[in-house]
């Protein structure tokens, strides 16, 4: 089952290069703690500054054939806004996979394969997720802490545990469904398809929201969006 390992590491520079570095001698479901990481990386090698009192992990998983990357981010990313409502948080995911409560993010997911003579062999899982950790000054105004939103500390092992054994049940719940958990992740969607938005200032209707580009249109034309850094700031929707 996943986590029934799980190393914690006081310092290291990526929980996902760990597993990298690691898998082989690892067992599938193996999970990775990092009180802090030194070189945490975030989607298009952006750094992800990971200080104490965050909750910063990897799943290494070594299913029979790899399916589907999108797959697993999607179900870290429900499974982290399903727990959250526990907390009574009522969090969203900003396509493709960002978590974000209030406009702000709180979550991050970098899912990532590893090959050999180009077979893929195993899956990384990478979560980051704010909890008590204090968010740079410059950060303040697009990141937030579940401290900050609770006013309290979250305790950390607690969260992981809650994580892990959700994580578990919804994999075993959509893995033979996957489109199942598709439909359920766009509910979740910040913005989502048939929803107005601006962009390069002309207003669109959300067509398609796939894994990885979105569709927009209007009387005229027709675009394909590749990254979330094309629309930033213009979709007029947020819920
Ligand atoms: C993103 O939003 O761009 C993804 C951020 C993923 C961060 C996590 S923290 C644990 C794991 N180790 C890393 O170096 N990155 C992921």
Do not use: C
């Not at 790899?66 to 409502?85: D, E, H, M, P």
């Amino acid at each position: 089952m996943i986590g029934d390992k799980i190393l914690i590491f006081e310092k290291i520079d990526s929980t996902n290069e760990y597993l990298k570095k690691h898998y082989k001698e690892l067992n599938n479901g193996t999970v990775i703690v990092a009180i802090e990481q030194t070189a945490g990386k975030g989607r298009y090698g952006r750094k992800w500054i990971s200080s104490k009192g965050g909750l910063w992990f990897s799943i290494l998983l070594k299913p029979k054939n790899i399916f589907s990357t999108y797959f697993f981010t999607k179900l870290a990313s429900f499974t982290l806004v399903k727990i959250l409502k526990r907390y009574k948080v009522y969090a969203r995911i900003k396509w493709p996979n960002d978590i974000f409560v209030n406009g702000k993010k709180l979550a991050g997911i970098l899912t990532e394969v590893v090959y050999e003579k180009s077979k893929p062999v195993a899956l990384i899982i990478g979560i980051g997720i704010n909890l008590n950790n204090q968010i740079p000054d410059e950060l303040k105004s697009i990141a937030i802490s579940l401290k900050d939103i609770l006013n309290k500390n979250v305790q950390i092992s607690g969260f992981l545990k809650l994580f892990l054994k959700r994580f578990n049940t919804y994999y075993l719940k959509y893995r033979k469904a996957p489109y199942a958990l598709t439909r359920q992740w766009k509910k979740l969607l910040t913005f989502k398809e048939g929803d107005l938005i601006k962009f390069k200032n002309a207003n669109y209707t959300i067509e398609k929201i796939e894994n990885d580009y979105i569709i927009i249109s209007n009387e005229i034309e027709k675009k394909k969006i590749f990254s979330i850094s094309e629309l930033e700031g213009d979709v007029k929707s947020e819920n």
